[in-house]
């Protein structure tokens, strides 16, 4: 099986915009690692997430705002030959991204990341008042760095 870089941006935004939800690596305050699943909205370059304004995670990103965010799609169990247990993999796609956390504290914009962060979720339109997003952290990641991979190609998938 065969693991390919991929380059394409658009290839990348496309599997993206397909998860569900991103996992996000932080670093907790003994400067462990601490990853967790997190629904996200994404735009030209940059990952919003949310949080409540309270808890562990918030310590912990204010004190180490690095974050690596992943993305993963597919999981199809593939093999080259069904007895053979080294053959095995699994196919799949996965993006990796790093940057740094910045909160966005203006309301307007709140509101617009989290109407785009709902879109990714349903087409309902949603309403949110005031209280609610203030009540909201809304977490902006600019990507710095962003690759690609695909997983578990049979050659003849190459």
């Not at 290839?11 to 601490?34: A, L």
């Not at 965010?69 to 790093?98: N, P």
């Not at 914009?109 to 087409?123: A, F, G, N």
Request: glycine share 6%.
């Amino acid at each position: 099986m065969k693991t390919i870089s991929i380059t394409d941006s658009q290839e990348i935004e496309k599997i993206i915009r397909s998860c569900p939800y991103c996992m996000v690596g932080i670093t907790d305050q003994e400067g462990r690692p601490y990853v967790l699943p997190m629904n996200f909205a994404y735009e030209e370059g940059i990952i919003y997430l949310h949080s409540g304004p309270e808890g562990g995670k918030l310590e912990m990103v204010r004190r180490h705002p690095d974050v690596c965010i992943t993305f993963c799609d597919g999981h199809e169990l593939v093999w080259m030959h069904q007895q053979v247990a080294c053959s095995y993999s699994m196919k799949s796609r996965s993006v990796i991204c790093r940057g740094q956390v910045e909160f966005v504290e203006d309301l307007d914009e709140k509101r617009r990341i989290l109407t785009l962060l709902m879109k990714h979720y349903t087409d309902y339109p949603c309403t949110m008042g005031d209280p609610a997003v203030r009540n909201v952290v809304v977490w902006r990641v600019r990507v710095e760095q962003m690759t690609g991979k695909s997983f578990g190609l049979r050659p003849s998938e190459l």
